[in-house]
C-alpha cells in the first residue's frame, strides 16, 4: 500500500492539495507514496511564509540559530533507519550508499552549526580615520531545487547553511524524490522546533516543475536560488537568475576522470576505479567517467579491475541488500545509457565487461578503444558505464582529462606526491584527489566544479559566502572633512 504523506510544509503548518502524484519505486515501477502536487497558488504561500518568517529568524543570536541545526541534526541521527529504508525504495540506491547517506546528513547540520562561530566580516583600513567594517548578512529568502541521486544529502548541503546564516528557505525536491530530498526534511524540522516559515517545503509533478521552477526564481521575495542537477538545466537557472541580478549557485554534471600512473599502487587503483565508476550505478556527478591508464600498467590493470568489477551485483535494493547496483532513477535515464554504449559500439569500441540493459538495470559496463566522436567519450553518462583509455605521457592523460565542457572532480593515483600535485595543477577541475577516486565530500569543503560544471561553492566558509551578502559599514570617529562649498 503506497504511503500518503501529510501534505505541503508551509509556514509550519502541513497544507493538503486538490492533487496528487504517484512516487515510485524506480525498481519495479510499482507506486510507494502519494504525494502533494503543488500548484502555483502554493508556491506563492511558501514565498510568503519564508519572507515573514526571515526576520525574526535572522535576528536571532547565531547560537540559537546552531542550536536549531543541532537539534535538526539530532533527529535526523534518530531517524537514520527511516532515511536508509526511504533511499532504497524512493531512489532505487544500495542499502550501503543509503546508511552512507543518512549518516553524512547529520555532519552537514553541525557544520552549519559550526559555520556561525567563524569571523563574518573585516576591519578595513580608512584614509579618513573611520572605523570601516566588511560585513555578511543573511540575503531573505533561498530556494534550494534539490536532485534525486543524493537526496537528502544535497537537500541538506543546499539548505543547512543558508538556514544556519539567517536566510529562510523554499526547498523543492526533485518529482523523483520528493519524499527523502524533501518531505522528510519538513518532518524533521517541526520535531525538532525550528520557527514556522525558517523552512517550507513543496513537491510538484513533473508537468508542473517548469512553471513552479519559474516562480522560484522570479519571485522579487526570492533573493538567491541554490540549485544541483543537470547543465542543461543549470544553464536556464542561472541565466534567468542573472536576468533578475539573483546570486545563483548552481552545482551541475561531470566528466570526471581517474588518472593512473605507471608507478600507482595498483590494488589502490582498481579500488578508485571500481568504486569511482559504480558507486550507485554511477549516478554520482563525481563519477569516474574516463579511466585513463599508464600504457606500461594498462594490461595488468584491465583484468584486475574487469574482476573487481564483475563481482558487484546488480538487482532491486529495496528486495535484496545484497544487491549493489540497482536501478537507474527512471526510463529515459535508461535509454540514455543505452544509446551510448551503441553508438560506442557500431563506431567501434569493444565491450570489455557487461553491456546488458534490461528495464533500468544496467550492467556494470567496461568499454576499451573509446574515441572522441563516440557520445560516451564526450558527454555526461550518469550510468554505471566507463571508458578505459591507455596514455603514454601526463602531459597526454591531462590533455584528455580537460577535453570536455565539464570540470568538476577528478583523481590521480601515484606513488610520487609531487607528480601527483604537478598533475591536479594540470586539470581544469574545481576538485582534485590525489590517490583517491573523483568521488569525495566533506561538509566543511570548497565542494563545487569549473567550467559547464557550474558556479559557486558548498561547504563550510564558502557556503556562507554564498548564502550572504557583504556590505560596507563607516563609523566615522575623525570628522571626515567636507569641501567648503558644502
Known sequence: MAINFKGLYIGGQWVNTASHFDDLNPADGAVWATVPDATMTETVMAIRAAHDGFKAWAALPFQERSNYMLKVASVIERRKNDLVEALRHEGGGWIGKGMFEAGYVPEVFHAAAAS?????????????????????????????????????????????????????????????????????????????????????????????????????????????????GSTAVGRVIAARAGAHLKKACVELGGKDALIICEDADLDRAVKAANFGSFMHQGQICMSVEKVLVHEKIFDRFLPAFIERAKALKVGDPSRDPASIIGPLINDKQAARVKEQIEDAVAKGAKIALGGGVNGRFVEPTILLNVTRDMLVYRDETFGPVVPVIPFSTDEQAIAIANDTE??????????????????????????????CSSVNDEPHVPFGGSKASGLGRHGGRWSHETFTETRWVTLDRGGRPFPPQF
Open 406 to 435: 565539464y570540470g568538476l572532480s577528478s583523481g590521480v593515483i601515484t606513488r610520487d606526491e609531487s607528480r601527483g600535485l604537478a598533475i591536479a595543477q594540470g586539470l581544469e577541475t574545481g576538485m582534485c584527489h590525489i590517490n
Open 116 to 228: 556561525n562561530y567563524a569571523a563574518i566580516g573585516e576591519i578595513l583600513p580608512s584614509e579618513n580615520n573611520k572605523f570601516s567594517l566588511a560585513v555578511r548578512r543573511p540575503m531573505g529568502v533561498i530556494t534550494c531545487i534539490s536532485p534525486w541521486n543524493f537526496p537528502a544529502l544535497l537537500t541538506a548541503r543546499g539548505t543547512a547553511f543558508a538556514l544556519a546564516a539567517g536566510n529562510a528557505v523554499v526547498l523543492k525536491p526533485s518529482e523523483e524524490t520528493p519524499y527523502t530530498g524533501g518531505l522528510f526534511f519538513a518532518e524533521v524540522f517541526e520535531e525538532a522546533g525550528v520557527p514556522a516559515g525558517v523552512l517550507n517545503v513543496i513537491t510538484c509533478s513533473r508537468s508542473r516543475v517548469q512553471a513552479i521552477g519559474d516562480e522560484l526564481i522570479d519571485h522579487p521575495a526570492i533573493k538567491g536560488i541554490t540549485f544541483t
